[in-house]
Structures are given as C-alpha cells and as structure tokens.
C-alpha cells in the first residue's frame, strides 16, 4: 500500500528535550516537505526537499531542522522545542519535475511541548 | 509576502446544490495550483490540480483558474453530506521557488440533508 508514515502520531514532551519526527514513504517519490497546522493559521511549509541531499527552507523553518540522506525518509529534528511549536506535524512527498503540489500526506503527528 | 486568500466560511448548502469555494493568490509567478480536502481530524487530500487557464473537470468537481485575475475556484456538483470537510486551496512555486508551497486557510463546507 502506497503510504507516508509518521512516528510518533502523538507526543508530550517538555521543553528543550530534543526529539525527532521520523517520516518514510514507500512510493519513490523525489519531493518531501514538512507543514505544521495551527488554528487560524492553516498549514504552514516548514522544510521541503526536492531529492536526497538537497533541503530548502519553507515558511517557518526556526526552531526546526531536517535531513535528507534517504530517499525515502525526511526527518524533521526540533532541536530544544519550544512551548510555541505545540502543533499537529504532517509529512507529505509527490513526485517533482513540475508537480512537486499534489501530495500525499501522513496521518499526522501531534506534538504538545511544555 | 506569500498570500493564499480564501473565505473562512463555513459554507452551508443544500444536499443536491453546487457548492462554490474560491481562492485568490498574490504572487503573478506561480503556476500551479491545487485543491485538498481535509476533514476533521484526518490529513489533507489531493482532489483537483490545475495549471492552464480555464476549466477542469473530474466527476463531480471542476476547477477554475484565471491567472490574469489570480484567482481559482471549485464547484462541486450535486453536493452530497459526505462532501462536508475543509476544503484547502494551495499555490505551488511560490514566487518561482521550486518546491515552496503555499497553502490558504480554507473553507468549511458544510453539506445539509
């Protein structure tokens, strides 16, 4: 089954405690990117990578960090988080060439930071 | 600054109506354009995407774009209660950054029986 897959869909922490948000797709595909979604603000682009070893900033790249060694894992690394980065996380990859904006997304993970 | 413009809502309509969503974009380079669905607690999904002026339909959906005016709409056709989510309109290639995709707010559409 063609799918993105998050780890974990939940979790509190506290702050400073670094983590990692683990994402893998199995579909191949080039292009991965990070949003987070907040109420009222909508999903917002954190980090996108348009292939292995190539990372750009999106919207709201402080705080976060990202690698990309593997096709087909994109993780997203919150170094010391921060109260203000309580959001719900989700992962998403396409193909690029053109069409890097139709995305599959994960299921989503929900980070709480106190 | 990147702006994806689109009613908050929500939208109410009558099962069997034409449900109307609208989106105005601010940046002439962008090329491509997308609308998801999302419904509540579940993760968006890729319903339309559009990259030529005009039309284009899939089903019960059609996409609209006028790049001239930056907008893009989309009807959804003999609306169904299942067709209640929130509906997102994104913008890929934001200011000719490759990869740099820009969602709006969304609409809340909601379908009544």
């Known amino acids: 089954e063609a799918q993105v897959t998050q780890n974990p869909r939940y979790l509190i922490t506290v702050t400073g405690k670094k983590l990692t948000v683990t994402c893998s797709q199995n579909m191949n595909h080039e292009y991965m990117s990070w949003y987070r979604q907040d109420p009222g603000l909508g999903l917002r682009q954190i980090y996108y990578s348009m292939n292995v070893e190539v990372t750009d900033k999106g919207d709201v790249p402080e705080g976060y960090k990202v690698s990309r060694k593997e096709k087909r894992n994109f993780p997203l690394i919150l170094e010391s988080p921060s109260p203000n980065q309580t959001s719900l996380y989700f992962c998403a990859s396409s193909w690029a060439s053109g069409n890097t904006g139709e995305l599959f997304f994960g299921e989503g993970s929900r980070l709480t930071v106190l | 600054q990147k702006e994806v413009e689109q009613n908050s809502g929500p939208l109410s309509v009558p099962e069997g109506a034409i449900a109307s969503l609208n989106c105005t974009y601010s940046d002439r380079v962008s090329q491509s354009f997308f609308w998801y669905r999302q419904y509540s607690g579940k993760s968006p999904e890729l319903i339309m995407s559009?990259?030529?002026?005009g039309d284009k339909e899939d089903g019960r959906f059609t996409a609209q774009l006028n790049k001239a005016s930056q907008y893009v709409s989309l009807l959804i056709r003999d609306s169904q209660p299942s067709d209640s989510a929130t509906y997102l309109c994104?913008?890929?290639?934001?200011?000719?950054?490759?990869?740099?995709?820009?969602f709006g707010k969304g609409t809340k559409l909601s379908v009544k029986p």
């Open positions: 994104a913008v890929a290639n934001y200011g000719g950054s490759q990869g740099n995709l820009i």
């Open positions: 559009i990259y030529s002026n």
